[in-house]
């Protein structure tokens, strides 16, 4: 067997392998070089080899690698103190190891604090179609893609899926079972898809109306990624009571966090919830140095700046090439097009150029470069962006399934 075969076949790689990055760039084992415009989907946020996540780790691991939470993680108790001092609504956080088990984090509060206060039928959440949470058997559910839960038993209670945005909908699912709502201020995987500023606040009069918990999927938007710390700080009044984080946060080790209002994370008492690596020192220890760094306001002043002047330059090139670009989406650094062509096959002549990238749903081109990235950058992947839609206009049309 070729190395590699053990692997679950879940993923289809190229045959490249990168032993080593740079700021912007990854190399290969031949030192060929390729420009990252995907960031590990959304998660090497200060780039590659970055000094200052780096002597973190470094510093950590001479240190303590593992303590449980059995004692004091204080690595993580810096942390979560950095998160709620600059996130008006969090009181309390969770740590976890990635996206998944931070939304199930925030969906069990959720439901533990109903019923704590004795509503114990509130336990439904209610999302809108295109989500993407990550793949447990709750976080597909909560998502409710038929091709992630597809084949994987019946489909668990609790969870309603509606059509994006659509509030009529919404108005009429909601009842004495609704626990949370569960969004991602920009959906990802969805296909680079906003909700509208003033439609979180409209969400956040609602679910004060009807006692019910506001939940945002920060994974993929958060940490930055919009010039924002977090997606949702674009929009007034529209705080959640629970976020999920992850991705970004760490910068490229494995953390993720459930942040929670006080008195909502107050059901979370002993023995509710756990996490083996949970707070682990060494994944707070680069997430306080990731966190330090992004949360400079040069820093998020610089990732607008670069992201006006992106999307300035993918709108020449929407203009250049109607016939391949039907759409520029998504916002600051989370962006992309929706494409005429097979945005794959548009990745695949990418990858030929030396530049990475990503797709999502509702055929879109998906970018999620490293917040590092300068104007230079940016003109670079638009000219390997212009070389492959010239051959993209060749293809055949987009057909959607
Ligand atoms: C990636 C992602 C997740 C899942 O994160 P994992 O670390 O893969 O579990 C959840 N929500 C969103 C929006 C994501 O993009």
């Known amino acids: 067997m070729a190395e590699g075969d053990h692997l679950y076949n879940t993923y289809k790689p190229p045959q490249i392998e990168f032993v080593r990055g740079e700021g912007a760039y990854l190399y290969t084992d031949k030192d060929e070089k390729y420009l990252d415009f995907i960031a590990g989907i959304s998660v090497n946020c200060l780039g590659h080899n970055h000094p200052v996540p780096k002597a973190a780790l470094i510093e950590q691991a001479n240190k303590v690698w593992h303590v449980s939470g059995m004692y004091q993680l204080t690595e993580a108790k810096t942390l979560a103190k950095k998160y709620c001092d600059a996130l008006p609504f ?27 206060k004795g509503d114990v039928d509130r336990y439904d959440i ?75 606040r409209t969400l956040r009069t609602l679910c004060d109306e009807k006692g019910i918990l506001l939940i945002y999927d920060e994974v993929q938007c958060g940490a930055g990624r919009t010039g924002k710390l977090f997606a949702h700080q674009w929009a007034e009044d529209a705080e959640p009571d629970i976020m999920a984080v992850a991705k970004g946060v760490g910068g ?71 016939d391949v670009v039907s759409e520029l989406r998504g916002k600051g650094l989370l962006c992309g097009m929706q494409l005429k062509k097979p945005a794959i096959e548009v990745r695949a002549l990418m990858l030929e150029r030396g530049m990475l990238g990503g797709s999502a749903g509702d055929n879109v081109l998906r970018l999620a470069p490293p917040l590092i990235i300068t104007e230079d950058h940016v003109r670079e992947a638009v000219d390997i962006l212009r070389d492959c839609f010239e051959e993209a206009r060749k293809m055949d049309d987009f057909v959607p399934e």
């Open 90 to 116: 969090a009181g309390k956080v969770f740590f976890t190891n990635s996206g998944a088990e931070a939304l199930e984090c925030a969906m069990k509060t959720a439901r533990r604090y109903h019923y704590d």
């Open 252 to 322: 490229g080790f494995p953390l993720g966090a459930c942040i929670a209002r006080e008195d909502v994370a107050a059901c979370m008492v002993p023995g509710t919830h756990g996490s083996t690596y949970g707070g682990n020192p060494l994944a707070c220890a680069v997430g306080n140095a990731v966190w330090d760094e992004i949360s400079k306001p040069e820093f998020l002043d610089q990732v607008v700046r670069v992201s006006n002047f992106l999307k300035q330059q993918f709108e020449g090139l929407k203009d250049e090439f109607p």
């Open 126 to 200: 209610i999302g809108f179609q295109g989500a993407f949470h990550g793949r447990t058997f709750a976080t597909i559910n909560a998502a409710g893609n038929p091709k992630y839960v597809k084949g994987f038993g019946p489909a668990l209670p609790g969870f309603i899926n509606l059509p994006f945005g659509d509030h009529e909908a919404l108005l009429e699912a909601i009842g004495p079972n609704t626990a949370a709502i569960l969004v991602e201020p920009v959906q990802g995987e969805g296909g680079l898809r906003p909700l509208p500023t003033e439609y979180l």
